[in-house]
């Protein structure tokens, strides 16, 4: 089993930054793929964006040009800037690992992220 920790969520004025990391209790083989993802009140969890092993980028329309992911190996870590928040982006934040078939290992618990208008 794997388990994974966020730090970094806060509050902030709206424009402003933070960055989001999420770390990996251990590495296991079947790691392929990191994704972020957020729920607002009262709606679904979204996708946010996804990083795989080999360095492929994917995020969503929503947040393209402002949150950036990234991943330090060495600290098995993936992180997530998000620039340019609006109050659009206030939701619980959660990281997850996926397998080769984009099926979840594991979540993170899940942190708050608020940008105040």
């Known amino acids: 089993q794997v388990q994974l920790v966020e730090s970094g969520g806060g509050l902030v004025q709206a424009w402003g930054s933070l960055r989001l990391s999420c770390a990996a209790s251990?590495?296991?083989?079947?790691?392929?793929?990191w994704g972020w993802y957020r729920q607002a009140p009262g709606k679904q969890r979204e996708w946010v964006a996804t990083i795989t092993n080999g360095g492929r980028l994917n995020s969503a329309d929503s947040v393209k040009g402002r949150f950036t992911i990234t991943r330090d190996n060495a600290k098995n870590t993936v992180y997530l800037q998000m620039n340019s928040l609006t109050p659009e982006d206030t939701a619980v934040y959660y990281c997850?690992?996926?397998?080769?078939?984009?099926?979840?290992?594991?979540w993170g618990q899940g942190i708050q992220v608020a940008a105040s208008s």
């Open positions: 997850n690992v996926q397998d080769l078939l984009l099926l979840v290992i594991a």
């Open positions: 251990r590495t296991i083989a079947s790691m392929y793929a």
